[in-house]
């Protein structure tokens, strides 16, 4: 455990003191120690063994047969299952050329439908959808358990297009061609076997590839790391190598930009997951970009490309401030002496989101306070970057959909905790806006009331929530709420309208609230890189705070307080429940990593250690191990009753570290119930009727817990 031993002249007796402590937290560490060098429970990690799934199956039937039989899981099921089934969805489309195409799932296709319409039916609101592949029909003829990844089509006319299909789920995929006229796959056309594959167009005969190519060929994360050019009619074995990443990389690829302005190839590397290096591929030239390892790359216009900074930069007698966007001509990247310039740069309440290009202007997508504004930037003859902002109110969260190099025109989608998601057309020379499309309001906003606080975390950091509430709701301590967060990654949680946190949860008494906790990218880079590593304790007590805050505002209190969490957010709930049970009724803990120790030893886990440390660093896992919540379970402590979910078929986050938190609190007497789908991926489920149960029992469980 982390000493904090200061450099003072110690009296015997404190040197006595100091003897005590240290004597207790070696006993801890050597506790630790023992956990993992006998792991009882690392059968569990074999995800589909016999021993392990007849365990899952049991877990199973006991969630199930508590959370189903109460009376608040057939109504709720039934409102989910309607809210999923609705045909009055938001038809997102991406657009190719003259055409737009939807992913579709309703009732009657729970897998999908992937469909082609013409861009100005969409835009009229008349769209003549035509199927082009039905991914149940496609598992009834090939006896397979697909489920759609995408599809990449070449530039420009789209004819000719690959597919990516997942068994159960899985981020492994098979890629396959398929011909969009004809709407089959492609006969002896490109194919591969199913992989982490990373996969893109050359030309209409040319691929780059990169893939499971055998021994030595994939990183340590289970990524490709070597990019060779595969041609039509030729074995794969015979593709020619372009791109080799080390194998302690993340990945590593090649791949080519499409461009009304000229094709650009690229060559990249992740060095770790969050630096990298990328390369101008120009002839048979690799000429690394000049930028620094933790900058990215945001886009091309008018031959420029733009860069995004994620820490401050001096370079050649100019200091750029971390989170500008700046771009540098495609000549002087070449001549490795690049020219930057500053786009854009951020404030401290107001920080680059996201940043896209269209035929005659550049698009920024703010935040500001962790609300959305766009705004248009045009350039003047002399270079001079002119800002004009969308009309949109800022109050909640704004995404462009559809922009093309080809085009001003481009969709808009926004919504907010109270206003259903709605899609404009936006004409972006004259900024006019018209309304698409707009979900149902499946809850009644006008009995609601949304405000934004700021709680202050353990160093004295003001951290912002927001909470969603019944406006007549009373501040005795008695409400129902529910507490969501995420925390890593540089990934914002921001106003979003949720039609069943609505229906199911706040028409029902229930209090929500959203954590934007350090760790995200709520107010960019520096929220974000002041959680990693051996500062991650700080997204936790940003957590901490918000509930001490909602309990101290008589929101709510610990009896009538739940929290909930998936993935890097599962991890945050496991915290929650070692660090912190006191504050909490009921966690819902979702395909969750646990343990910290051998996390970079399963599945992806490895791509994280820039996130969390590296375990096997004996410096780093003197930290790491503070936050493994499988090994900082006291069987002497009292835990609320927690529900574990996660997903057999989920390669991303291995189901072991949720399998063995629950059969380690299950050895010490807690109690705790678990469910795990057998298929879905990451995402945990992978129709609408999964989706539905498992979301029932969640909200069950919160509800016999809280209410």
């Not at 009732?107 to 008349?126: F, I, Q």
Request: aromatic letters at 12%.
């Amino acid at each position: 455990m982390k000493k904090l031993i200061g450099l003072l002249s110690l009296s015997l007796l404190s040197a006595c003191t100091l003897h005590d402590q240290n004597v207790n937290a070696d006993a801890e560490d050597n506790k630790i120690t023992q956990q993992i060098e006998k792991d009882s429970f690392a059968w569990l990690e074999d995800v589909e063994g016999e021993n392990a799934m007849t365990w899952v199956n049991n877990q199973n039937r006991l969630s199930e047969n508590e959370l189903t039989q109460s009376a608040f899981f057939e109504p709720i099921k039934n409102e989910l299952l309607d809210i999923y089934n609705s045909k009055e969805k938001i038809r997102y489309v991406r657009i190719l050329g003259d055409k737009v195409y939807n992913f579709w799932r309703d009732e009657d296709h729970p897998r999908g439908l992937y469909r082609e319409a013409l861009l100005v039916d969409y835009v009229a609101n008349k769209p003549k959808w035509e199927t082009v592949l039905d991914i149940g029909k496609l598992n009834q003829e090939e006896n397979e358990n697909w489920v759609y990844k995408g599809m990449s089509c070449l530039f420009p006319d789209y004819e000719k297009c690959l597919v990516n299909l997942s068994r159960g789920g899985a981020d492994a995929k098979v890629t396959r061609e398929f011909h969009m006229p004809t709407r089959t796959f492609v006969q002896d056309g490109f194919y591969l076997p199913e992989a982490k594959s990373q996969v893109s167009w050359k030309d209409e005969n040319t691929l780059y590839v990169g893939t499971d190519f055998g021994e030595g060929s994939m990183t340590d994360s289970g990524y490709p790391r070597l990019s060779k050019l595969w041609q039509r009619g030729t074995d794969l074995t015979d593709a020619a190598p372009v791109f080799e990443g080390k194998k302690e990389s993340v990945s590593a690829g090649a791949y080519r930009y499409f461009s009304i302005h000229g094709n650009f190839d690229f060559a990249y590397e992740s060095t770790s997951f969050y630096t990298n290096k990328w390369y101008i591929i120009d002839d048979d030239k690799q000429i690394e970009i000049v930028k620094p390892d933790d900058a990215s790359l945001s886009g091309i216009y008018k031959n420029q490309v733009f860069i995004t900074l994620k820490s401050d930069w001096d370079y050649q007698g100019k200091a750029f401030k971390q989170g500008s966007v700046i771009s540098a001509s495609k000549d002087s990247l070449l001549q490795q002496k690049p020219n930057y310039k500053v786009f854009v740069e951020p404030s401290d309440e107001k920080v680059v989101e996201d940043i896209s290009f269209s035929k005659s202007y550049i698009w920024v997508n703010w935040m500001n306070d962790v609300n959305s504004e766009v705004e248009r930037f045009t350039m003047d003859d002399d270079g001079n970057w002119s800002a004009t902002k969308l009309p949109f109110d800022g109050k909640g969260s704004l995404s462009l959909i559809g922009m093309q190099e080809s085009s001003d025109a481009f969709f808009v989608n926004y919504s907010s905790f109270l206003q259903p998601s709605t899609l404009y057309y936006m004409d972006g020379a004259e900024l006019n806006k018209t309304e698409l499309q707009k979900l149902p309001d499946w809850f009644d906003a006008d009995k609601f009331k949304v405000e934004q606080h700021f709680a202050t975390s353990k160093d004295g950091t003001k951290v912002p929530y927001f909470l969603v509430m019944a406006k007549d709701a009373k501040l005795d301590g008695k409400n129902p709420t529910l507490l969501y967060g995420y925390g890593g990654f540089e990934i914002s949680l921001q106003p979003y309208y949720s039609a069943t946190v609505g229906k199911v949860w706040l028409e029902r008494g229930g209090v929500y609230a959203l954590a934007n906790i350090r760790g995200g990218g709520e107010y960019g880079p520096r929220w974000h890189q002041a959680a990693l590593k051996q500062n991650r304790n700080k997204s936790y007590e940003d957590f901490e705070a918000i509930a001490q805050d909602l309990i101290a505002k008589k929101v709510t209190s610990p009896r009538h307080l739940g929290a909930q969490g998936g993935s890097n957010g599962g991890l945050l709930m496991g915290n929650m429940i070692t660090r912190s049970p006191e504050l909490f009724n009921a966690i819902v803990c979702q395909v969750p990593l646990l343990d910290m120790k051998r996390y970079n030893k399963l599945l992806a886990g490895a791509s994280w250690m820039a996130e969390y440390g590296n375990p096997d660093i004996n410096a780093e896992w003197e930290f790491i191990k503070t936050f493994s919540p499988y090994h900082n379970l006291d069987a002497d402590k009292s835990y609320p009753k927690v529900f574990f979910t996660t997903s057999t078929r989920d390669d991303r986050v291995h189901p072991g570290h949720a399998r063995k938190m629950v059969a380690k609190m299950l050895s010490m007497n807690k109690n705790v119930l678990y469910y795990e789908n057998i298929e879905g991926g990451h995402a945990g489920a992978a129709d609408n009727v999964q989706r539905a149960h498992l979301s029932a029992m969640a909200y069950t469980y919160l509800f016999e817990q809280l209410k």
